[in-house]
């Protein structure tokens, strides 16, 4: 299902309050919830969110054990560029979840030892009981984590190589395309569809023709997003700007 929000901001408080949601239905039976994570401009609202419903409404995010999607390679975990800086500065600084429940990918791995690191964060994932909701933005290139044009649905978690158009889309970033990173470790879309539920968010018209293709264009490993078209648990979350080319 597709749903359309007016702005940004409505649709990150409706998904905000379903993570929340979540969350507290899992505190309500003593168990954990299993929260997959996305990084980007997208999300940064969601996560505000849940950060003013922990201050203000009293969320906590003790029984959270979270999964980031992905990593650029190499990064060194304090680079202003990393993933695990971007998570403590838009979310876990700011909540009370446990730092022993939090995985994104570790950019500093030597490259030898990626295959059994990636095998690893799957089993860490299945010793969960697997995910309850991955988050999830999309890319240009219609990549999902960084799973770009050519992945394969059963892909796992490994390493992969970024597509030009995501370097050039990272390069304000980094100030410069040739200093982003030309690899990444990132969940596959195997192991994104295990996930209980989903929920792709966009904004913004710069993603209404990727949307366009990742809806109701034909299933293809060009564009890995219409893998999801597959799945029953998917929720598409737009604003109006990316939902204008839908028919
Ligand atoms: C981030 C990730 C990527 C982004 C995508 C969109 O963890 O996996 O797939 O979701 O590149 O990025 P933004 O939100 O910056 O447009």
């Known amino acids: 299902p597709v749903s359309v929000f007016p702005d940004p901001a409505k649709a990150s408080v409706a998904v905000a309050q379903r993570i929340a949601n979540l969350i507290k239905d899992k505190q309500a039976k003593g168990e954990s919830a299993v929260l997959g994570l996305a990084t980007g401009a997208t999300p940064v609202r969601v996560y505000a969110e849940l950060v003013r419903l922990h201050k203000e409404e009293g969320l906590s995010f003790k029984n959270v054990v979270t999964f980031n999607l992905d990593e650029y390679y190499p990064m060194h975990p304090e680079a202003a560029q990393s993933y695990v800086r971007f998570m403590k500065e838009n979310l876990f600084s700011h909540i009370d979840i446990d730092p022993v429940n939090i995985h994104i990918p570790d950019g500093t791995i030597a490259l030898e030892d990626i295959p059994a690191y990636c095998l690893e964060y799957e089993r860490q994932i299945s010793s969960y009981g697997g995910l309850d909701l991955q988050i999830l933005g999309i ?28 370097r050039r889309d990272a390069s304000f970033d980094f100030g410069g395309k040739e200093n982003v990173p030309t690899k990444a470790i990132t969940m596959g879309i195997g192991t994104i569809f295990k996930a209980r539920e989903i929920i792709l968010m966009a904004w913004n018209q710069k993603k209404a023709e990727i949307i366009k293709k990742a809806v109701e264009g034909e299933m293809s490993s060009d564009v890995p997003a219409t893998y999801l078209q597959q799945s029953s648990s998917v929720e598409f979350v737009l604003d109006a700007d990316a939902a204008s080319e839908l028919t």
Do not use: K
């Open 139 to 166: 890319g240009r290139t219609g990549h999902i984590g960084f799973n770009e044009p050519g992945s394969a649905p059963n892909s796992g978690t490994r390493l992969v190589t970024l597509d030009d158009l995501t």
